[in-house]
């Protein structure tokens, strides 16, 4: 069985609410909800705040050796539950869920670990139907839409019937998975916001070719920047929320978090089952290919839940305000001494934006501020306010409190710190950054074809490059990367770098099946201009469209 600790991790609070431990409870990061329940959290994804919700407590999962055996589905099963009350989805349900969610990978394992060399390991996460790592999440939060919808809806007919709009940002993977998870699924609408001509070809057509009738693209003229500010300016205007219920794909979604900390644990069950010298208890490295700081937060929740983690390295690549956080301090979407002259290698030649993006061989990670950074800044911030000796409910205001105005600066002032010393001498125990350039993502992928015949996509050699960097520091301590993409997602990258090299066949050794002829689909895509009042009104239209079309 599980105990509880405190979100600092000191010991148990005594639990009022006997029904919903502290962790099925939910707060927001800016402090104005409080107390709600996982369901509110999925359906609202953005607290009314501007926040981001996190559970009022991290579960320990004492018991995390005995979870050594299970498969993938069984392990989400044990993990979810900590977070979701069977009084909200009753245990058979939640299996139900989750069986249905994993039924549509291509590897019996979900997410294979594979050997790279000595120490280093590589978690592919890009087996789902999309090729990403965000299936794993994303598969599971569309069951879980459908999962609640059907609930609301029963016995309901016509307009009484609970329809979600569900708006989302994409620099391309997020984009896609989203759609496959939800596409074709009654009572919700799909728009998903991508940066026109700022995604790879491959997933500008995994979401084009989609031509379900809930499944809307927008195509908006600027970044991925821009498409996440209009969708966080959407979830806070009272006009769209008074007409439509707004739902979150993005990361800002907590169930998009709780999701991916399973494979955490299952990579690490497999390192000690291919490995004589590594044994349960041993503590594991997991470098992560970072850009909106969603996939490396389900690590530092693993972490805090028990699993032995020596330190989470964050693997940025040029656009690197996270690598320049942890260097100095200061999280800035500028560095202070201006726009960086240096620019990407980038395949079209294309260097750094004027909006000060750069365009890099690895797209998915080309972004100025990472949304999740919000919720570890809650933790960073409570474990801080912990040591005034107030009561927890003092600590979660002030942590509230603290975010709000780091947030407000960046918002106003384009950043924000240096943040008190001890808030980043904590940041620093957890987690170590590095920051990898376009040329040092060539040369890795090179290598690594070279060396054992692996091709490895743009992100994932990201990863690895700080991997061997991380490496060289941490002595004998295992290494996992984490694979965030398929190669064949980002060709451009991968024959830049392989095309000279010997033996290198795209079309027989990298493109999957799935992608052969998609260019030659029919395609459907509306352009949107960099204007959230405009962005709502095609909304309104288009899900106003659809609801009548159902309806009469
Ligand atoms: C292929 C790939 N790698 C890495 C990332 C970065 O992950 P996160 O945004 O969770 O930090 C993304 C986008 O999210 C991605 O699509
Ligand atoms: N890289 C992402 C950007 C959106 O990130 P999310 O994890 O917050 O959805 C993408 O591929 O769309």
């Known amino acids: 069985m599980s105990n509880r600790v405190q979100a600092n991790g000191s010991s148990p609070a005594s639990q009022a609410d006997t029904t919903h431990t502290a962790s099925q409870r939910y707060l927001s990061t800016r402090g104005d909800d409080i107390g709600l329940s996982f369901e509110e959290v999925v359906l609202k994804g953005l607290a009314s705040d501007g926040g981001l919700y996190i559970p009022e407590e991290i579960p320990s999962a004492s018991n995390w050796e005995s979870w050594k055996d299970l498969s993938f589905a069984d392990l989400a099963y044990e993990i979810l539950s900590l977070y979701i009350s069977p009084t909200e989805i009753p245990a058979d349900d939640l299996k139900t869920i989750i069986n249905k969610s994993y039924s549509t990978f291509r590897a019996p394992d979900i997410t294979p670990l594979v050997p790279l060399k000595d120490n280093l390991y590589l978690l592919e996460l890009f087996h789902g139907p999309t090729f990403a790592f965000k299936d794993v999440a994303l598969q599971f939060l569309g069951n879980l839409f459908e999962y609640f919808l059907v609930r609301r809806n029963e016995g309901k007919t016509g307009r009484d019937r609970y329809h979600l709009t ?23 609408s799909v728009f998903m916001l991508h940066p ?12 084009t070719t989609v031509l379900d009738k809930n499944v809307h693209n927008l195509a908006v003229t600027g970044n991925f920047d821009n498409c996440q500010d209009i969708v966080k300016a959407l979830f806070a205007d009272p006009d769209i929320n008074s007409t439509l219920k707004l739902g979150a794909v993005n990361s800002i979604n907590w169930a998009r978090i709780l999701a991916q900390i399973v494979y955490y644990f299952h990579s690490y069950f497999s390192l000690a089952k291919r490995s004589d010298s590594f044994k349960l208890g041993d503590k594991v490295r997991f470098v992560v290919p970072t850009g909106n700081f969603g996939d490396i937060l389900a690590g530092y929740f693993a972490f805090r839940m028990g699993l032995p983690i020596d330190r989470l390295v964050i693997a940025t690549n040029e656009n690197d305000i996270l690598d320049r956080f942890w260097k100095t301090g200061r999280y800035e979407k500028q560095p202070a001494h201006g726009k960086e002259a240096e620019g990407g290698l980038a395949v079209d030649g294309v260097k750094a934006h004027e909006d000060g993006v750069k365009e890099t061989l690895s797209p998915a990670m080309d972004i100025l501020v990472s949304s999740n950074f919000e919720r570890l800044l809650w933790f960073l911030a409570y474990q801080f306010a912990s040591t005034a000796g107030m009561d927890d409910e003092w600590n979660k205001k002030q942590a509230g409190q603290e975010v709000a105005s780091w947030l407000k600066d960046l918002k106003t002032k384009g950043g924000f710190g240096p943040v008190y010393k001890d808030v980043l001498e904590t940041a620093r125990k957890n987690f170590e950054s590095e920051r990898v350039s376009d040329e040092q993502t060539l040369e890795t992928i090179k290598k690594f ?44 990258a991968v024959d830049v770098a392989l095309k000279d090299e010997e033996g290198f066949d795209f079309e027989k050794k990298v493109l999957p099946a799935e992608f052969v002829g998609l260019d030659k689909k029919e395609k459907r895509v509306s352009e949107a201009p960099n204007d959230w009042k405009a962005v709502r009104e095609l909304v309104k239209a288009q899900v106003e469209e659809e609801l009548r079309a159902e309806h009469n």
Request: aromatic share 4%.
């Open 166 to 188: 569900v708006v989302g940002a994409t620099s391309g993977d997020t984009g896609s998975a989203a759609i496959y998870g939800l596409r074709g699924k009654k009572d919700v």
């Open 196 to 207: 026109k001509g700022r995604v790879s070809p491959i997933q500008e057509l995994q979401m």
């Open 449 to 492: 074809h070279r060396d054992v015949g692996y091709v490895l996509d743009p992100h994932s050699a990201v990863g690895v490059e700080a991997a061997l960097r991380s490496a060289a520091r941490a002595g004998s301590v295992p290494h996992i990367a984490l694979s965030t993409a398929h190669p064949a997602k980002f060709a451009g």
